[in-house]
């Protein structure tokens, strides 16, 4: 403690010194500012704004940890708090209201750190596939390529700098983070690296220079580490490595390495020797020291986190410090097992991975007619997604328990008003929702990876082409679900992005088609949940649009009718009905698209994920389908048996006289669907270019009604049921009639619960018309493992099924059409 006040009165005595010398802080207002401050009577704001300081916001971090340091000095030797978090803390009214605040942030610190220090999963599919990759690259590195170097692209939570670290047990990681001053986020700003690395003041050549000497400095203090460390064993080797060269969760400051690189340093710049002999000097010693390493091809690896500062330039450069760094890169020799990684959340791939058509400068004073070197691929298969998810549940109240559906996320979406969406926030909204395909996007593609959480699927070679995903993440569509649920405006402005992105080419026509039916579901699905919420209970707590509904509740939210007992509801006996109706339970809150035709046991796995199905073209199968279970009793066990579906079939087109000769397709035994149990399900067609059914359209008349024929042939005023119908049976067994429940929706009018302003945005998406740009790759067989974590449920689980990477804008044509 006393070494607490003698820093305190040390530090306060600098800042009242600083700001009196400045000339507008006189003794008196310094100090009666500072007690009422302290004394709680002045908040962090009154004191800025009384000491004239509100321009000079270097001065306020210090102000914060000053006060916090007299008002709660045990929370000095915590894990660095943030400004805003102190400040937070200073303006309570209480010394115990701020240790709330204190404590909590603290103790979310405190966990989140923990993870670092967790034991890593699957490290056989995820850690070594990466290093077997960095490896390859290390040994490929010669004059072929523009430098030896790499980027991790990987959305945010992904786990890129907990993989660094889990490298280190296997190679010599240096790891640099150069994460921006203010943040108190872990691991820590690497000082001395971001001081030289980020320097603003010297010129070009001097900062290569620069760089060049502090990567020479670290391979220098790598060698001479492993070189004095001995005959001790392995493990041991590598420990004392990562204990001497990463940052510990309760290190504020540079670890131990950094010093004695900081040391080499100034020996480097003395140096008379040639740069060149002295790093292939130092790699052959670095390849002695550490022969025991079992990476053959990969002995150091220099990792730079939070990387996106580095595309910062100096006061007098043109380049940014990334190009520079690049450039000084490439004094490492070749097949020296030496080789560099950035990694960042929020850069997109083209900052570290450009295409050669934009990065025609890879070198400085390189002209246009030199020849352009090759960039190393970025790595983005890091399939750390769905790591933490539990047993399948065993009831319903399992199935909708937050604590499991937890496990299918990794992050949440902060989005503001509507007015405020940016084009990728609106795309992200969708994507967590009714997953758009979008093709030929790369830029907006990358955003949403690098900003907005979705998955990189695909990177061709050239960097041209990136492909992006959002995979099924329940806890990440319930936020997507609220955000858009209330307010007209969110979901148009969202419709409206989708609009303009079909104009663009990115979108096919029969996407659009299926996309704006996959609206019109999930706006149903949430004005259910917003009417049908669960009564309040322990056993009752689930997610904000998390929860089920029952089939019943649903089908009144999409026809606008009450009394569904009393709706025609095609052939279906009245045994099955009252079955499907009562019994019918639905749960999902966002779509996926699948490449199989999915069985009943694959329908019980998508509803544990709480999901609805889009069915991708050329598949013996229908449109959508989302799984309803039959249950009595939400105690029981869940059970395959009871799984049944409800299939909902698309058309964008003007009256079809043909639907009766489809109708008899549309049943699951033509889809080829394997079911353990025949049970009654439900057909719902939508056919979204009509209004109102023309008179007397002989192959659209209900079954078993037969009106007069006066009014047929008279045309009669608007009704909601004019649009809504039943489908005909054709050559329907009787068997399979009496087991399907069918209704037929004719335009977009015909759904009550959307209003105009939302029936006219998605007239718009339907009625616009792009000019396609295809695209045609496939994957590796390396990629299988990693497209199958990335998108769970997509592909069969049967052994024989191969997961797919999206290809070309395909035309929308199924085998049941």
Known sequence: MRQVVEKYVEELEVLKTTLETSGDMESRRFESGWAQLLNRRHNFGSLVELWYIEDRKELHKSISKLALMLQHPTFTSHAELSHQTRVDAINCSSSDEAKVILMGRSVRREIFLQGYEHAYKESDDIMKP???????????????????????????????????????????????????ESSSGHPPRSR???????????????????????????????????????????????????????????????????DKVKDEMEL????????????????????????????????????IDEARELLKSGATSDFSFFRIFRCALKRI????????????????VSNFNPPAHEDPSHRIGMTSTDVQEELFPPIYEIPTFDLNVTAPPTTWQQLQSPF?????????????????????????????TVQPQLYGASRLNSKLVSSHGAQCMF??????????????????????????????????RCIKVLTFTRRQGHLGSGDADELVSRIILLRAMQETMKKKTPPPGLNNVTMPFGHSVRLHDFLETLTGLEGLAKLNLGTIGENQKKRLLDEGQVFWNHFISIDHTPSSSDLLRKLYRGLAINCKPNQPGFDQIFT??????????????????????????????????????WTPEFAEMKLKAQNPYLVLYFSLRDSIMKPNPPS?????????????????????????????????????????????????????????????ALEELVDTYPNIESLHKKPSDGSKKYLKRVSPEVSSSEPSSIPKVPESIPKKKRKVR
């Open 130 to 180: 990466v290093l077997k990759t960095l490896g390859k690259f290390a040994s490929n590195w010669s004059a072929q390529y523009l430098a030896p170097c790499s980027a991790f692209v990987a959305p945010s939570m992904n786990g890129k700098t907990r993989l660094l670290m889990e490298l280190s047990k296997h190679t010599c990681v240096v790891y640099v983070c150069l994460r921006p």
């Open 192 to 258: 001395y690296a971001a001081e030289i690395l980020l320097d603003t003041a010297p010129s070009t050549e001097k900062l290569l220079n620069q760089f060049e000497d502090l990567i020479l400095a670290i391979l220098i203090t790598v060698a001479q580490f492993f070189e004095n460390i001995g005959d001790a064993t392995n493990d041991f080797k590598m420990t004392e490595w990562i204990s001497t060269s990463l940052p510990s969760k309760k290190q504020l400051s540079d670890p131990p390495f950094w």
């Open 268 to 303: 480097v710049k003395a140096s008379k020797a040639a740069k060149n002999e002295q790093f292939e000097a130092v790699s052959v010693r670095i390849q002695e020291a550490t022969e025991f390493m079992g990476t053959e091809n990969l002995r150091v690896l220099l990792a």
């Open 333 to 348: 020799p070749y097949k020296s097992k030496i080789f560099a990684v950035f990694a960042d959340t929020t850069s997109r």
């Open 404 to 432: 499991r559906l937890f496990a299918f996320s990794l992050m949440a979406l902060p989005f503001g008003a509507s007015s405020s969406l940016t084009d990728s926030q609106a795309i992200a909204l969708l994507g967590s």
């Open 459 to 492: 990177i061709d070679p050239s960097q041209e082409i990136l492909i992006s995903e959002y995979p099924s993440q329940f806890t990440f569509s319930s936020a997507a679900n609220e955000y858009l649920a209330f307010g007209d405006e969110r979901l148009i």
């Open 628 to 665: 309803v279970y039959l249950q009595s009793k939400p105690t029981e066990t869940l059970d395959e048996e009871n799984i049944t579906f409800c299939d909902i079939q698309v058309k964008n087109r003007k009256q079809n006289d043909e639907l009766e000769g489809y109708s008899e397709k």
């Open 700 to 760: 659209l008349q209900p079954p078993r009604r037969n009106p007069p024929r006066a009014a047929r042939a008279t045309p009669q005023p608007f009704k909601l049921e004019q649009q809504i119908v039943t489908i005909p049976q054709g050559e329907l067994s009787n068997e399979e009639s009496e087991r399907r429940a069918s209704l037929a929706f004719y335009g977009l009018n015909s759904f009550p619960f959307l209003t105009p302003d939302i029936v006219k």
